[in-house]
């Protein structure tokens, strides 16, 4: 079974400050994503990291995928409180994803 | 981006009776669906990996007499949960795999709430 753990689980931050969500597992992926889910809604892709040291940059929102393909971490600049959400890490082998725990950010103005 | 629609996006029973979930992809071809149950401020767990065209896959410790998925066009796959208690109350989602691009990507459905009373 391949196993994503997400940290924190939960983090609750005033508006302008930065955090990092992390994203560990023991296996090797080919791929992983990072999703955001809002309540009753489904996931929306963010990002898809494919090469181990990857960065991608989505405005505000970093993503790096590690050198060994086995973990990723989030990073996000100056939060707002629009992004506020549930954020899902997905490791992709054989065109099947597993989810991390998830990790439910709460930005306060 | 891709869109896959489900449908209904609740929905209460009661006890006893069974619920069918349909899953869409409305403008490409998934040749892949999975489909998924959300707990409350839980991730997602695959419960179920479908072709279209053949029987659906199972997760370790997914009854698939209890979920019947039916995969029989490229567009469509249908969950239906049979027998519902309120144990089965859940948040499931579908997602589509198919070429939208130069790649295979998997798009989420916007997921429906199930009650069961």
């Known amino acids: 079974t391949q196993l994503l753990e997400q940290s924190p689980q939960f983090l609750s931050i005033q508006e302008g400050e930065n955090l990092t969500v992390y994203c560990n597992s023991s296996?090797?992926?080919?791929?992983l994503q990072w999703y955001r889910q809002e309540p009753g809604e489904g996931p929306v892709l963010l990002v898809t990291v494919v090469t181990g040291g990857e960065v991608k940059k989505l405005k505000r929102l970093t993503f790096q995928f590690g050198d060994a393909r086995k973990d990723s971490s989030l990073h996000i600049t100056a939060a707002q409180p629009g992004d506020t959400g549930l954020y899902l890490c997905a490791g992709v082998n054989a065109g099947k994803s597993t989810f991390g725990d998830g990790t439910t950010l709460t930005v306060k103005p | 981006g891709a869109v896959v629609s489900q449908h209904p996006s609740w929905v209460i029973c009661k006890s006893g009776t069974s619920v069918k979930i349909e899953c869409r992809s409305l403008d490409f071809q998934a040749t892949t669906m999975f489909w998924y149950r959300q707990f409350p401020k839980q991730s997602l767990m695959l419960m179920a990996t479908s072709n279209e065209g053949s029987k659906a896959t199972y997760e370790q410790g997914v009854e698939k007499d209890k979920f019947l998925i039916n995969h029989a066009s490229l567009t469509l796959s249908t969950l239906t949960v049979t027998s519902a208690h309120p144990e089965d109350s859940s948040f499931y989602i579908c997602s589509a795999r198919g070429r939208t691009g130069p790649r295979y990507e998997q798009y989420f459905g916007p997921g429906t709430r199930l009650t069961v009373t």
């Open positions: 296996s090797v992926f080919s791929s």
